[in-house]
């Protein structure tokens, strides 16, 4: 299966800006041009100038047109992680939105994921985070929460904050640990999609469970999704004496 059309003229258009055919500060021809030039249609052109947007590319402006931003994709996430405090403040400095959420119930294989028991109910919630600054689309990550925290979920992107500060607050239960699993994947098409990226590209598939301070159960699981040069995790590990 090729790539989508709109993924093929938005990477065109990124080797023209990278070549310097439309250098920084300059104008990319408008949507009906652009039609003209590849023959494709305008709600093309428009997705393929969004993910140009979301790579840190171009800005979109009214009566101005997309405006060349940056050479080169924009918005790569780096962290330095020596403890569960260090991924907490992480996920502050970046803005959360919601796409969905759906009731789920755990089969074997979602249930050995988050850690919990075959048949148990969670609530998903699926969500991407940006920059605050650029606006630039860094991850996608699925929250699975217990039911009992239903009243978390209208926060989830309506209110500035991450998921375990909303918790934290509800029952006045801090973090007291992080289980980390790192993998590599390749990207399903929802979130390829928001990340600007072609379908099965390759990415980095980071799984957090949440432990709160008193309970031995999960608190509550996020798996994130960061394509191929968005995200780079540096730790520093010490030799036990």
């Given at each position: 299966?090729?790539?989508?059309?709109?993924?093929?003229?938005?990477?065109?258009?990124?080797?023209?800006?990278?070549?310097?055919?439309?250098p920084v500060g300059s104008t990319l021809p408008p949507e009906m041009t652009l039609?003209?030039?590849?023959?494709?249609?305008?709600?093309?052109?428009?997705?393929?100038?969004?993910?140009?947007?979301?790579?840190?590319?171009?800005?979109?402006?009214?009566?101005?047109?997309?405006?060349?931003?940056?050479?080169?994709?924009?918005?790569?996430?780096s962290v330095q992680t020596n403890s569960a405090t260090d991924i907490l403040?992480?996920?502050?400095?970046s803005d959360l939105h919601l796409v969905s959420t759906e009731d789920v119930v755990a089969d074997a294989m979602l249930a050995r994921e988050l850690g919990g028991n075959v048949g148990e109910m969670w609530i998903k919630v699926s969500t991407?985070?940006?920059?605050?600054?650029t606006k630039v689309v860094a991850s996608w990550t699925d929250f699975y929460l217990r039911p009992e925290h239903r009243s978390v979920v209208p926060l989830i992107g309506n209110k500035r904050g991450s998921v375990w500060q909303f918790l934290s607050?509800?029952?006045?239960?801090?973090?007291?640990?992080?289980?980390?699993?790192?993998?590599?994947c390749k990207l399903p098409k929802e979130a390829a999609v928001v990340l600007g990226v072609a379908p099965k590209s390759p990415?980095?598939?980071?799984?957090?469970?949440?432990y709160a301070e008193g309970l031995s159960e999960v608190y509550y699981v996020a798996i994130s999704l960061y394509p191929e040069g968005r995200f780079k995790l540096s730790q520093t590990l010490r030799r036990e004496r």
């Open positions: 299966m090729g790539k989508p059309i709109y993924v093929e003229l938005a990477e065109t258009l990124q080797q023209q800006i990278t070549s310097g055919k439309y039609c003209e030039i590849h023959g494709v249609s305008r709600f093309t052109a428009r997705a393929a100038l969004a993910a140009l947007q979301r790579q840190g590319l171009v800005s979109r402006r009214p009566r101005i047109g997309s405006v060349v931003m940056a050479s080169n994709p924009q918005g790569s996430y403040r992480f996920t502050s400095t991407f985070r940006d920059s605050p600054d607050e509800l029952q006045q239960r801090p973090i007291d640990r992080i289980e980390q699993t790192v993998e590599a990415a980095l598939r980071t799984v957090y469970r949440l």
